[in-house]
């Protein structure tokens, strides 16, 4: 199984940090082969998804969105419904058992859309450690009801003002903080990105979902489904969702944000329209210009404005393992609108990526067939950019 | 023998040790930088270090993320830091050393950049973000054309990565003085002297010492321990303050006053 000994996926992955890091990411390695093994470690994360995050989230047979598509039967994974409004705090909540258990007394992570910052704050209030969050200071103004939940929750929020103001920049400040702080400090990197080994880390705490959601989906159907279907922004929950089902003979569809269209250069579809090279520690696809410098990536949904992507997904894009495409802004949208209206859930704009594609991927199924969708947020976080976008008053 | 080589045993053999400048190519404009460069080596400097522009430079504090910014925003890019290092040394034989991120070498190609910066008159790279596990093929890319592979070694690297890079490390050991990012410090870590005493020890290459060191007061204190000092963001940040002549003057004469305490008493 992949990683190989050196992070790597086939190609992607490694390590490319400064030399401080380095005894630091052996050591987490070494941490998490010993303490994921344990018994004791493992019950105790049973328990807190179970009894904290509210876990199994359900799998829910969306007949009225199957309806409206008229092809394939849609059923949702209901991320949504964990604790905090999200898939983030999985990852979050193992990691900081983790770290605990490393005898590390303060957390840091970097945030884009707040779901990643309010998942690592709570995990912090709940395991009673310091901690501070970075966040672009442009996403603090997309996103102030996450600040402000974080703010509750005892974390402290860090702006972050170089350049793009947005998870790419506050993802570099979070490295320089782990830089001075490694010692006694834990970096919760939020995705499947960064050096070795947090792909691997972030993919088996994320892979709850799709271990969940294949028993689910044999105890309601005894099938497998034909399709899964999630955004990628650094692809956690896409990973978490594919990895349980690599070797069964289901196809994977990743959808990034093409923002205001590929041709436009306003987008981060890191996979369908990147090249390779190496950002934030790890050797994958990104965003750059010819001499190597990372360009600004752009969505609607913060969650996805990264210009990097998860090794393991480049190696995925290599070998056709899963297919990445794009859906806009525009497009995103009416994906929000219509699982808000058939089915009554508001999905984060990240989900509604994937919510969007489903029509474009509906006509090539039967009614047979069964396509699982990531539902990897709830909206409510998006209700002010939503309420502009659309034009809805709340007056 | 190198340029590098040849520079640290002409000095041991003075009993003097190495001042190593750093500035960011390119900030504020390329010309500027030249005639920065010059003057450094007309008043001191024994090596010269000159950033690579990087949009994204994890390992650097706000001072030299500044100068990249402002270089990077200036349009100016490896190739153009490669042609400037071409026309420095024209006029001197100081070893000349590039400073970059892995990306923008890696894009460019790491054969043609090791190739292209021989023939110019580079002597050796530093690439912080490039740890040994990752560096076989630019090591040999490095080796091939004759430009010296420069690794770092950190105060969390512990007694056998430092001995093991202190083997793999071409021209001199970088350590890093600090657990942290660079900048200007007025306080470098008390047990400093202690870890650079062990690491004396462990190595057999000369060893230079960066991150944080600001002042002649710190120079003279570390100077007895290393065979090189660098100092890069108190100097940048004079480039970010003035302009012209003044700038050139003043940057002038604090090379000069960083390598005081580094001659043969």
């Known amino acids: ?395 | 023998m190198t340029r590098i080589d040849q520079v640290f045993k002409r000095l041991k053999a003075k009993r003097e040790k190495a001042l190593i400048p750093f500035i960011t190519a390119g900030d504020p404009d390329l010309a500027t930088t030249k005639a920065l460069a010059l003057e450094m080596v007309a008043k001191g400097a024994d090596l010269l270090e000159l950033g690579i522009p990087f949009s994204d430079p994890l390992a650097d504090g706000p001072t030299i993320q500044a100068a990249s910014n402002r270089a990077v925003q200036g349009g100016v890019h490896l190739a153009e830091v490669l042609k400037l290092t071409g026309e420095i040394r024209r006029e001197t034989d100081i070893p000349l050393i590039l400073m970059g991120y892995y990306n923008p070498i890696w894009q460019y190609g790491l054969e043609r950049t090791a190739r292209e910066a021989a023939v110019l008159g580079v002597d050796g790279f530093i690439i912080p973000d490039l740890p040994p596990e990752e560096a076989g093929p630019w090591r040999v890319a490095a080796a091939k054309a004759g430009v010296a592979a420069i690794f770092l070694a950190a105060p969390t690297s512990g007694a056998e990565r430092i001995k093991h890079l202190g083997r793999l490390t071409r021209g001199f050991l970088y350590y890093v003085s600090v657990t942290g990012i660079t900048g200007a410090r007025m306080e470098l870590p008390p047990d400093l002297v202690t870890a650079l005493k062990e690491v004396r020890r462990l190595v057999k290459c000369p060893l230079a010492v960066g991150f944080g060191i600001s002042t002649p007061e710190q120079v003279r204190w570390l100077a007895p321990y290393v065979d090189g000092i660098v100092v890069g963001s108190a100097i940048v940040q004079r480039v970010a303050r003035l302009k012209g002549q003044e700038l050139i003057r003043e940057v002038g004469d604090f090379v000069a006053a960083l390598k005081a305490p580094l001659r043969a008493r």
Request: net charge neutral.
């Open chain 1, 1 to 395: 199984m992949l990683p190989d000994k050196h992070g790597r996926y086939g190609r992607y992955g490694g390590r490319f940090v400064p030399e401080t890091l380095i005894p630091a990411l052996l050591e987490l390695e070494e941490a998490y082969r010993r303490i994921s093994r344990e018994r004791e470690f493992k019950e105790e994360l049973a328990w807190y998804l179970k009894d904290y995050v509210g876990r199994p989230t359900p799998l829910y047979f969306a007949r009225h969105l199957t309806a409206a598509l008229g092809g394939p039967q849609i059923y949702i994974k209901r991320e949504d419904l964990a604790h905090t409004g999200a898939h983030k705090i999985n990852n979050t909540l193992g990691q900081g058992l983790l770290a605990r258990r490393m005898g590390k007394k303060r957390l840091i992570a970097e945030t884009g859309a707040g779901q990643h910052g309010v998942a690592t704050a709570t995990v912090a209030a709940l395991l009673g450690m310091e901690c501070d969050i970075y966040m672009g200071t442009e996403d603090i103004r997309r996103q102030r009801l996450n600040v402000i939940r974080m703010r509750l929750l005892g974390s402290k929020v860090i702006p972050v003002e170089s350049g793009s103001r947005t998870l790419k920049d506050a993802m570099n400040e979070t490295i320089r903080d782990w830089v001075t702080n490694v010692r006694h400090t834990h970096y919760i990197i939020g995705s499947v990105a960064g050096p070795h080994p947090y792909p691997m880390i972030v993919r088996d705490f994320q892979a709850v979902i799709g271990k969940e959601a294949r028993a689910q989906i044999r105890k309601i159907t005894g099938r497998l489904p034909q399709c899964l279907v999630a955004c990628v922004g650094g692809g956690s929950n896409a990973m978490g969702l594919f990895h349980p089902f690599l070797n069964d003979p289901v196809r994977f569809v990743g959808v990034e944000a093409a923002g205001h269209g590929l041709a436009s250069g306003h987008h981060s579809a890191t996979l369908v329209a990147g090249t390779v090279g190496v950002l934030h520690g790890s050797f994958s696809y990104l965003l750059q210009d010819p001499w190597g410098n990372i360009q600004e990536a752009h969505s609607l949904a913060p969650g996805l404005d990264y210009p990097g992507v998860g090794p393991e997904h480049s190696y995925f894009k290599d070998t056709g393992r899963a297919e990445y495409v794009a859906v806009s802004d525009a497009e995103a949208l009416e994906g929000f609108k219509l699982l808000s209206r058939t089915e009554g859930i508001l999905p984060a704009l990240e989900s509604a990526h994937a919510v969007a594609y489903l029509q474009k991927l509906a006509p090539e199924y039967g009614k047979d067939d069964m396509i699982i969708v990531n539902l990897s947020g709830r909206g409510d976080k998006d209700m002010d950019a939503v309420a502009e976008a659309l034009e809805v008053s709340g007056d």
